[in-house]
């Protein structure tokens, strides 16, 4: 079975600070790893994901993140935190069936402080 | 590219109608498509996986005949609340997977969202 656990629901920096939010993964296959950012009111927007390629990620809005098979991690950082980057974050799992259900983690709010 | 809508963006609707929400995938084709449902503050809850022309998939304890899933075409999916309950007041957000041949295929793309209010 896969799971996702997302260490902490809230995480607060100030903005220019760097971003650090946490995504651990359970999967008894390889798995492909996805981080989605919801804003308020809104469905979830694709920052990045992993599926066996380069271990180093880079998605959109100066967002990346490293999958380290020997941690079961998928952090997700950025180097400068942005008044903009105030919202839901979501980490999620999927394995390589057919059917490519997403298991999503608990979600990690960003709030940054001016 | 990789655009999902959904309508409607929300509604209100009286105890015991049914409420349709349409979930669109615009710029791509999508074989299968998924519907979540999400409380305040809460993750996303896989209700249903629906592939087209085929029965939706309903995980566990969602019931499949409280909420009508048809997946016609490759772009289009509905789902029906059907006698509306004010506990069934919810977000419920869709999600498309492109299909074999996209190299995306391992990707959902998410629609808005519609949010659901049963007086």
């Known amino acids: 079975a896969q799971s996702v656990t997302q260490l902490g629901s809230h995480v607060s920096v100030s903005e220019g600070a760097l971003v650090l939010l946490r995504c651990n993964y359970s999967?008894?296959?390889?798995?492909?790893l996805f981080w989605y950012v919801q804003y308020p009111n809104q469905g979830l927007q694709l920052l990045l994901k992993?599926?066996?390629?380069?271990?180093l990620v880079k998605g959109i809005n100066g967002f990346e993140a490293e999958f380290k098979k020997s941690e079961t991690s998928f952090h997700l950082t950025k180097p400068s935190a942005h008044m903009s980057d105030a919202a839901e974050y979501f980490c999620?799992?999927?394995?390589?069936?057919?059917?490519?259900?997403?298991?999503f983690g608990s979600g990690t709010r960003l709030l940054v402080r001016p | 590219g990789a655009v999902v809508s959904q309508h409607p963006s929300w509604v209100i609707c009286k105890s015991g109608t049914s409420v349709k929400i349409e979930c669109r995938s615009l710029?791509?084709?999508?074989?299968?498509m998924f519907w979540y449902r999400q409380f305040p503050k809460q993750s996303l809850m896989l209700m249903a996986t629906?592939?087209?022309?085929?029965?939706?998939?309903?995980e566990q304890g969602v019931e499949k005949d409280k909420f009508l899933i048809n997946h016609a075409s490759l772009t289009l999916s509905t789902l029906t609340v059907t006698s509306a309950h004010p506990e069934d007041s919810s977000f419920y957000i869709c999600?498309?997977?492109?299909?074999?041949?996209?190299?995306?295929?391992?990707?959902?793309?998410f629609g808005p969202g519609t949010r659901l209010l049963v007086l």
């Open positions: 999620a799992v999927s394995g390589m069936d057919s059917s490519y259900k997403l298991i």
């Open positions: 710029d791509f084709q999508a074989t299968t």
């Open positions: 629906s592939n087209e022309g085929s029965k939706a998939t309903y």
């Open positions: 999600s498309a997977r492109p299909g074999v041949g996209r190299g995306n295929k391992e990707t959902q793309y």
């Open positions: 992993y599926t066996s390629a380069a271990t």
């Open positions: 999967s008894s296959v390889p798995p492909y």
